[in-house]
């Protein structure tokens, strides 16, 4: 094991996580010594978890409804499904992905965590396409949006949401698939800040909703903080 060490976490991140705040801790001891030996996150992360992974993750959380079940598309390391497990026990977290030893990884964590409402699935997206019937869908860092787009709403049930955390490239990122995603069955999307009172930690989301059966008409992107809500 690494001498890596969690940085004691900042106060904004003791008001965020509240009573929730050990096991994030936990986690996060995890991902500094664990994930960095095992190569699912840099070495030079580990100062800079809190904000850039940890709270950057729990702030996406305002955007998901109460009891859904969220599938985390490439999962990795567990941002930010691991994340939203702990943070919303009313959620049900599905972590798609479709490497063993990333797998593996995911195992212990929940096991470590002893978190009941996540499950970690192994395979790729694209084989759990129109399967899936998820309510959220969420992805991080995963692949550009002409790619991932096509990966993640089919997993969604009819009127479910697509969430790409893309920081500042969202706005770019969005654009490039625009004009394909009313045939996907989108009936609204744009980009949407999370996390403003955050500083750092603060992200610029691609949000995109799906319509009922049949819906295909879709709204103009709309490419500011407070996104397109349908």
């Given at each position: 094991?690494?001498?890596?060490?969690?940085?004691?976490?900042?106060?904004?991140?003791?008001?965020?996580?509240g009573s929730a705040l050990p096991l994030i801790q936990q986690y996060g001891e995890f991902l500094a010594d664990a994930g960095v030996e095992r190569g699912l996150i840099g070495p030079r992360?580990?100062?800079r978890l809190w904000e850039r992974h940890l709270m950057n993750c729990a702030a996406v959380s305002e955007l998901i409804p109460d009891g859904a079940h969220v599938v985390d598309v490439g999962s990795?390391?567990?941002?930010?499904?691991?994340?939203?497990?702990?943070?919303?026990?009313?959620?049900?977290?599905?972590?798609?992905?479709?490497?063993?030893?990333?797998t593996v990884f995911l195992d212990e964590c929940l096991d470590a965590l002893e978190l009941e409402n996540a499950e970690v699935l192994r395979g790729r997206a694209e084989d759990w396409a129109n399967r899936m019937g998820a309510d959220?869908?969420?992805?991080?860092?995963?692949?550009p949006m002409d790619r991932l787009a096509g990966w993640c709403l089919p997993l969604l049930r009819r009127g479910g949401r697509m969430l790409a955390l893309k920081g500042e490239a969202a706005?770019?990122?969005?654009?490039?698939?625009?004009?394909?995603?009313?045939?996907?069955?989108?009936?609204?999307?744009?980009v949407v800040e999370?996390?403003?009172d955050l500083g750092s930690a603060a992200t610029h989301v691609i949000r995109i909703d799906l319509g009922p059966a049949g819906l295909r008409t879709a709204r103009s992107v709309r490419r500011s903080g407070g996104g397109t809500h349908g």
């Open positions: 094991m690494l001498d890596a060490k969690l940085p004691v976490p900042p106060e904004a991140a003791v008001a965020l996580f992360e580990v100062d990795g390391a567990g941002l930010p499904g691991v994340v939203l497990a702990v943070t919303r026990p009313d959620l049900k977290v599905t972590l798609l992905e479709p490497l063993l030893r990333r959220v869908v969420t992805a991080r860092a995963v692949a706005a770019e990122e969005l654009e490039t698939v625009a004009g394909e995603l009313a045939r996907l069955g989108a009936k609204s999307w744009g999370v996390g403003g």
